[in-house]
């Protein structure tokens, strides 16, 4: 039973065994479908084998990946209404034909020859029942696609790997540089998500019976696995490297001491057998095994702690825990060892965040949706759609915050992306999109805000507006009558994503245009995130004021970071509304005077 069609769905829970505890409870806000895909073996070697390890998916829609044969057609289908039937001119043929509707089976069918997506080794169940099988011929030309575009992958990053390295070693001789092989570069990149014998391979659930996913559904698998390898990323602790780098350089001096006189107890404990590296020293197995969840990505180590992982494998089998472990390519935002505690003082400017704090935006949301629910069956409520919109958007603005874009654009492409999650078809409600894009770009004031700012204004303080986009869009969503009562920051801020160092720089010279010789803790940041202001705000030394409105989701959101009361951001106060955050500042500014 070598291969066979599967019906699957991503586990991210069980994959994200190592990962932290906070990395583990958000991997569990990641909405799965499921898929079909094609399990199988790509060595010859191990057809017979019956726990195939690899996945590839099948989809009305073609690869996203730009390479030759990256999808083939399959067939034959047939229609579960009519029994049309269509064959012949696909690239690949099963023993069965497929079950599709009237409008698929005119329409091509692909399976995927690239991404490959691996299983986990833990996760190869043998299969318990074959729904589909290639024909010979057609199973032959599949795996030849897979494997020439896993080739072209592997050149492709060796060539770029290659291309990094001459610029940071210009003194090499070309000839060596040539001479580096994949492994010497520090990983196989040939499988899109995750590497191989790595603990970022996937755990899935296989279907046998019950409802099964149809095949003119378009899959959101690889969706499921970029926000499951962004909140990898997002969890990843980067001190990792350097500590590892101080545990090296400690019992390298150790050795060295040791060997120059004997009575000089070690700091750290070394050992003197190389043959089992970890069994022998407590200590550094323990290390091991609480950075070992973060993951190791360092291109230094990878040569010396490579050697040792192999050789702990030969010696306990299955156990993954000393793999080396390269989760993402990316370079990771600096995190503090400790976000400094800033009391809150006798604000002199204070500076509000527009969305949560001035205008309702999860109420603009809110109302956009709620016409959506009666349409779909994969959301019962308002509290499961709207915090699934709400990261679809956060998305893509990630995707596109390196291009001119729009608020509106943004939110347009966001609410596309839910139509197909929500399996609502917009050909049937052309207006959908619309008008949940003209309430949501409008959000309206909460109703404090006019009273706030008149307050605020009256005892002396005046008032900055974080915007988050552009001045045209901001005329758009933001009401005259408020715009003229504030400023606005020189630089605006997204509405998904942290406040750089620069944004404070800037702020900062803003104020001392207003009050000369103002400090950062003489402003005072007001906002509804703990992560966009109140972390970053922390570290530049402003206090800060956190709005929890009754009953929003911003109020319920629990921003963790370590697993120390210090190593995690904390508001110099925290108010229901500007109500009460009036009542405080303006109390303080009573008694300076």
Same mark, same amino acid.
């Given at each position: 039973?070598?291969?066979?069609?599967?019906?699957?769905?991503?586990?991210?829970?069980?994959?994200?065994? &190592?990962?932290?505890?906070?990395?583990?409870?958000?991997v569990?806000?990641?909405?799965?479908?499921?898929?079909?895909?094609?399990?199988?073996?790509?060595?010859?070697?191990?057809?017979?084998?019956?726990?195939?390890?690899?996945? +590839?998916?099948?989809?009305?829609?073609?690869?996203?990946?730009?390479?030759?044969?990256?999808?083939?057609?399959?067939?034959?289908?047939?229609?579960?209404?009519?029994? %049309?039937?269509?064959?012949?001119?696909?690239?690949?043929?099963?023993?069965?034909?497929?079950?599709?509707?009237?409008?698929?089976?005119?329409?091509?069918?692909?399976?995927?020859?690239?991404?490959?997506?691996? @299983?986990?080794?833990?996760?190869?169940?043998?299969?318990?029942?074959?729904?589909?099988?290639?024909?010979?011929?057609?199973?032959?030309?599949?795996?030849?696609?897979?494997?020439?575009?896993?080739?072209?992958?592997?050149?492709?990053?060796?060539?770029?790997?290659?291309?990094?390295?001459?610029?940071?070693?210009?003194?090499?001789?070309?000839?060596?540089?040539?001479?580096?092989?994949?492994?010497?570069?520090?990983?196989?990149?040939?499988?899109?998500f995750?590497y191989?014998?790595?603990?970022?391979?996937?755990?899935?659930?296989?279907?046998?019976?019950?409802?099964?996913?149809?095949?003119?559904?378009?899959?959101?698998?690889?969706?499921?696995?970029?926000?499951?390898?962004?909140?990898?990323?997002?969890?990843?602790w980067?001190?990792?490297?350097?500590?590892i780098?101080?545990?090296?350089?400690?019992?390298k001096?150790?050795?060295?001491?040791?060997?120059?006189?004997?009575?000089?107890?070690?700091?750290?404990?070394?050992?003197?057998?190389?043959?089992?590296?970890?069994?022998?020293?407590?200590s550094?197995?323990?290390?091991?095994?609480?950075?070992?969840?973060?993951?190791?990505?360092s #291109?230094?180590?990878?040569?010396?702690?490579?050697? #040792?992982?192999e050789?702990?494998?030969?010696?306990h089998?299955?156990?993954?825990?000393?793999?080396?472990?390269?989760?993402?390519?990316?370079?990771?935002?600096?995190?503090?060892?400790?976000?400094p505690?800033?009391?809150?003082?006798?604000?002199?400017?204070?500076?509000?965040?527009?969305?949560?704090?001035?205008?309702?935006?999860?109420?603009?949301?809110?109302? %956009?949706?709620?016409? &959506?629910?009666?349409?779909?069956?994969?959301?019962?409520?308002?509290?499961? @759609?709207?915090?699934?919109?709400i990261?679809?958007?956060?998305?893509? %603005?990630?995707?596109?915050?390196?291009?001119?874009?729009?608020?509106?654009a943004?939110?347009?492409?966001?609410?596309?992306?839910?139509?197909?999650?929500?399996?609502?078809p917009?050909?049937?409600?052309?207006?959908?999109?619309?008008?949940?894009?003209?309430?949501?770009?409008?959000?309206?004031?909460?109703?404090?805000?006019?009273?706030? @700012?008149?307050?605020?204004?009256?005892?002396?303080?005046?008032?900055?507006?974080?915007?988050s986009?552009?001045?045209?869009?901001?005329?758009?969503?933001?009401?005259?009558?408020?715009?003229?009562?504030?400023?606005?920051?020189?630089?605006?801020?997204?509405?998904?994503?942290?406040?750089?160092?620069?944004?404070?720089?800037?702020?900062?010279?803003? +104020?001392?245009?207003?009050?000369?010789?103002?400090?950062?803790?003489?402003?005072?940041?007001?906002?509804?995130?703990?992560?966009?202001?109140?972390?970053?705000?922390?570290?530049?030394?402003?206090?800060? %004021?956190?709005?929890?409105?009754?009953?929003? @989701?911003?109020?319920?959101?629990?921003?963790?970071?370590?697993?120390?009361?210090?190593?995690?951001?904390?508001?110099?106060?925290?108010v229901?509304d500007?109500?009460?955050?009036?009542?405080?500042?303006?109390?303080?500014?009573?008694?300076?005077?």
């Amino acid at each position: 039973m070598p291969h066979t069609l599967t019906a699957a769905r991503f586990d991210p829970v069980t994959s994200s065994y &190592w990962l932290s505890h906070s990395g583990r409870r958000a991997v569990m806000r990641i909405v799965r479908s499921p898929f079909w895909a094609f399990r199988f073996n790509l060595a010859d070697s191990r057809e017979d084998e019956n726990n195939p390890m690899y996945l +590839c998916i099948v989809s009305p829609e073609p690869s996203p990946l730009p390479l030759p044969n990256a999808s083939l057609t399959l067939g034959p289908k047939h229609s579960v209404y009519t029994s %049309a039937s269509r064959a012949g001119d696909e690239e690949l043929t099963c023993d069965i034909s497929f079950p599709c509707s009237d409008w698929m089976v005119d329409n091509p069918l692909y399976l995927h020859t690239t991404p490959i997506i691996e @299983i986990h080794m833990r996760n190869l169940l043998p299969v318990q029942e074959v729904f589909a099988q290639l024909k010979k011929d057609s199973l032959h030309r599949f795996k030849e696609a897979v494997r020439e575009n896993k080739n072209a992958l592997r050149g492709h990053w060796e060539a770029s790997q290659r291309a990094r390295w001459a610029e940071q070693i210009a003194d090499w001789d070309k000839h060596q540089i040539s001479e580096l092989t994949f492994s010497d570069l520090g990983g196989d990149p040939t499988y899109m998500f995750g590497y191989l014998n790595n603990p970022q391979a996937y755990f899935f659930e296989f279907f046998y019976q019950g409802t099964m996913p149809g095949f003119d559904e378009r899959p959101t698998i690889y969706e499921e696995l970029f926000l499951y390898a962004q909140i990898c990323k997002d969890y990843r602790w980067r001190g990792v490297e350097t500590v590892i780098l101080w545990i090296r350089a400690a019992r390298k001096s150790d050795r060295a001491v040791q060997n120059a006189n004997s009575s000089v107890e070690a700091l750290v404990p070394c050992t003197t057998v190389q043959q089992e590296p970890f069994e022998v020293d407590p200590s550094f197995r323990e290390i091991a095994e609480e950075l070992s969840v973060f993951g190791l990505r360092s #291109m230094s180590l990878h040569e010396e702690m490579g050697a #040792m992982a192999e050789q702990e494998s030969t010696t306990h089998s299955g156990d993954s825990q000393y793999t080396l472990v390269y989760p993402l390519d990316f370079d990771f935002p600096e995190l503090p060892w400790e976000f400094p505690e800033i009391p809150l003082g006798t604000p002199r400017i204070v500076v509000f965040d527009l969305f949560g704090v001035i205008l309702d935006r999860e109420k603009a949301i809110r109302c %956009a949706l709620s016409s &959506w629910l009666p349409l779909t069956h994969c959301f019962q409520t308002m509290e499961d @759609i709207l915090p699934v919109y709400i990261e679809i958007e956060a998305l893509a %603005a990630r995707k596109s915050q390196f291009a001119a874009t729009s608020v509106a654009a943004i939110v347009e492409s966001a609410l596309h992306t839910l139509a197909r999650k929500s399996k609502i078809p917009l050909q049937a409600h052309p207006t959908l999109v619309a008008t949940a894009l003209a309430e949501i770009i409008k959000p309206v004031p909460f109703t404090d805000v006019e009273h706030a @700012i008149a307050s605020l204004k009256a005892h002396g303080c005046p008032i900055i507006v974080i915007p988050s986009h552009s001045d045209v869009t901001m005329r758009q969503v933001f009401p005259s009558m408020l715009r003229s009562q504030v400023r606005v920051t020189n630089e605006p801020l997204s509405m998904h994503f942290a406040a750089p160092d620069s944004f404070f720089k800037s702020l900062l010279a803003q +104020c001392k245009a207003i009050v000369p010789g103002i400090r950062p803790k003489d402003v005072l940041l007001v906002t509804s995130s703990v992560a966009r202001i109140v972390a970053p705000g922390s570290r530049a030394e402003h206090p800060t %004021a956190l709005v929890k409105r009754h009953g929003t @989701i911003a109020s319920n959101v629990k921003f963790v970071v370590g697993n120390r009361p210090p190593t995690n951001p904390v508001p110099s106060i925290v108010v229901e509304d500007l109500l009460e955050l009036c009542t405080r500042v303006c109390t303080r500014s009573e008694d300076r005077h």
